[in-house]
């Protein structure tokens, strides 16, 4: 039996499996590509620079050691770089052999002087009328990477902030996407990053400024009739922070100017830094040209934090705010709240202050009381309508077209899930979410159920469909 790439590679991934975190191995290793087996040398393709680059940095031991168990000790590995071009089609990049000498493929560090940068600009940031070249960076120094602390749920999103914060617009991470839920750290990580630039480069011009704000800048520049200003201001930044990308979705106008600020910055080897919701593929309604510049660096997602992370969230709020508290206190409250950072801290704040105000000593009954009310409140009420909404909105229909009578498939997939969803979260009837849904009797809501149930188990896309819904409806 003939060996193949993929039989070689497939043996190295049970290996690699087997000695690294699960979620490296999804974010580093799933994504690759078997694709030629030649003589000793294995080639596999990685979908751009940093990714090589990355594997090169924390993984080209156990790529050595695996590789040689299936090759012997003339064992090579070829690395094919595939990226996106602006138009989305997939075309190489390059092609190289690892060795300790990877200089061929760094980017070379190229400064460009700054000729535009014209004091007569209008700058949105400060009162109309005045002209002003000094740019506030809208930084919050309260948010650093030193209160930024690190777990497998933030390690590679906080790592390449920190690899941008030391070379900003230097590194393969440009732009950088960070991406994840409510609570879990973006918009901290986003400041960590420009506050750790501006003490390492007081020099640059760094600026944070959120989606929402940005699009109303340009609404009223569009009104002024000074786009052009808006646009040159934008363009004179060395650092642009942009919070909750998402907001920019439907907005084709505030698109349209934001490609072209980005493509000025990415040209001129200024860094640009992202957050969202949302990774780049899950975005609807924004253009193709833009999202295919979003991918164009790393998109590094929050997750929510495991246990030790949030134990240690925890006790480095306690230090910072000089409160001692007992640890079977700090675990209990770990355990409890799972969804968020902010809700963590929220709770550890909400207990200390009731055992001030009432002068109480901080004991687990206390912790409980204060965590089932924060839990409680916290806790969002699902209803049928509200799943309608969430699954309509991901198929990106109206509730009246999930509610019909139509056999098309997935229309009929649309509402399968609305019912099932609305089956596993309310306490409602099987008659009762039937009659919600589009006027259908308890039997076909069972068939939805059942549906859904067999799909997720033998289709690859219908299951990523559940999963996804899944998180839009956690509570």
């Not at 925890?314 to 001692?324: F, H, M, T």
């Not at 969803?421 to 068939?447: C, Y």
């Amino acid at each position: 039996m003939s060996i193949t790439a993929q039989t070689v590679w497939n043996n190295c991934l049970e290996f690699i499996k087997d000695n690294i975190q699960p979620q490296a191995y999804k974010t580093w290793f799933e994504p690759i590509i078997a694709v030629k087996l030649t003589d000793n040398a294995l080639s596999i393709q990685v979908p751009s620079k940093f990714f090589y680059e990355w594997l090169e940095e924390h993984y080209v031991k156990i790529l050595k050691v695996s590789l040689t168990k299936e090759l012997g000790e003339k064992a090579k590995l070829v690395y094919i770089i595939k990226m996106e071009n602006t138009y989305g089609n997939k075309q190489p990049f390059t092609e190289r052999i690892p060795s300790s000498n990877r200089s061929g493929l760094k980017s070379q560090d190229v400064d460009i002087p700054l000729n535009n940068k014209n004091p007569e600009l209008r700058n949105p940031f400060v009162i109309p009328g005045i002209r002003n070249v000094k740019i506030e960076s809208q930084l919050n120094p309260n948010y650093s990477f030193e209160n930024f602390l690190e777990g497998d749920s933030n390690r590679l999103a906080r790592s390449a902030g920190l690899a941008v914060a030391a070379k900003p617009g230097g590194t393969s991470f440009n732009p950088l996407l960070i991406f994840g839920g409510v609570g879990l750290g973006k918009t901290h990580l986003a400041h960590a990053i420009g506050v750790d630039i501006k003490d390492k480069y007081p020099e640059k011009t760094v600026l944070y400024i959120s989606a929402e704000k940005f699009t109303q800048q340009y609404i009223d520049s569009v009104k002024k009739n000074n786009r052009n200003d808006f646009i040159h201001f934008y363009q004179i930044i060395d650092v642009l922070i942009i919070d909750d990308v998402q907001f920019l979705t439907g907005k084709t106008g505030t698109q349209d100017v934001f490609f072209h600020i980005f493509n000025h910055l990415h040209q001129n080897g200024k860094q640009v830094i992202l957050t969202s919701d949302k990774a780049p593929v899950d975005m609807q309604d924004i253009e193709q040209r833009l999202l295919s510049r979003f991918k164009w660096g790393l998109s590094a997602e929050l997750q929510h934090p495991d246990f030790e992370t949030r134990v240690s969230i925890l006790k480095n709020k306690l230090y910072r705010d000089g409160v001692e508290m007992p640890e079977d206190i700090i675990d209990y409250v770990a355990k409890n709240i799972k969804t968020n950072v902010r809700e963590l801290e929220g709770a550890i704040i909400s207990l200390i202050a009731q055992s001030s105000f009432n002068k109480k000593e901080i004991t687990i009954d206390l912790a409980r009381t204060i965590v089932e009310k924060f839990v409680k409140n916290t806790k969002r009420e699902v209803s049928i309508d509200y799943i309608q909404k969430v699954v309509s909105d991901y198929f990106q229909m109206d509730i009246d077209t999930l509610q019909s009578k139509t056999r098309k498939r997935h229309i009929v997939q649309a509402r399968q899930l609305a019912m099932f969803f609305a089956k596993k979260l309310t306490k409602a009837s099987l008659a009762s979410i039937g009659s919600q849904i589009g006027k259908r009797d308890h039997a076909t809501v069972l068939h939805a159920c059942k549906t859904v149930d067999n799909l997720s188990s033998t289709d690859k896309q219908f299951k990523k469909y559940v999963e996804d819904i899944s998180k839009k409806l956690s509570v």
